[in-house]
């Protein structure tokens, strides 16, 4: 895995924990002296109230490689949400980037050249939740992570499966004849 990595996306969706743990990151990988590197840079230094952009870690002071930044989906006001996306969510993001170097889909030798940006989805209903099962949002944030990572690295869904399935597939969240109203 020589070749330049420009740019590749995905994504990916893992559910099925208590509620509010379900993932869905959507990455976009490249590497740093191109189009990726430019974005990467960009965000980190254009900060927005309510959308901070940090950088994954494994602790306060231990960044992975290849650079990972976490940009929240979701408007952050709450303190309780920021400790949640800020701590186990972060370090799940962290451990799924280096599971996918581990497995080889990231190339190892390629890890201080290439970013990841990844836009991380935390439900914000996870607040309400009196308990949280912190081991499972761990768990699912950090498979889902990994596996973006691989739907990127090895462009799935592929063209050919997509016109395939195109309509046997039906968003999850398509309301037809439903007058409009959710």
Not at 23 to 28: D, G, R, S
Not at 68 to 80: G, I, M, Q
Not at 108 to 131: H, R
């Amino acid at each position: 895995m020589s070749d330049r990595i420009v740019m590749r996306t995905g994504e990916a969706l893992v559910a099925g924990g208590p509620p509010g743990t379900a993932a869905e990151p959507e990455v976009v990988i490249g590497e740093l002296d191109g189009p990726v590197g430019t974005a990467l840079a960009t965000l980190t230094g254009d900060q927005v109230a309510g959308h901070s952009r940090v950088f994954a870690l494994l602790n306060t002071d231990i960044m992975v490689r290849p650079v990972t930044l976490c940009v929240s989906k979701v408007t952050v006001e709450d303190l309780r949400y920021t400790n949640i996306l800020m701590g186990t969510v972060q370090f799940a993001i962290a451990n799924g980037v280096l599971d996918a170097v581990r497995e080889g889909i990231l190339p190892k030798d390629k890890v201080n050249d290439l970013g990841i940006i990844c836009s991380v989805w935390l439900a914000p209903a996870i607040i309400e939740q009196e308990t949280i099962d912190h081991k499972a949002l761990f768990e699912i944030h950090r498979k889902g992570m990994t596996n973006a990572i691989r739907k990127a690295m090895t462009n799935e869904p592929s063209i050919d499966w997509l016109l395939e399935n195109q309509d046997k597939i039906v968003h999850k969240y398509y309301q037809q004849g439903l007058d409009g109203k959710i």
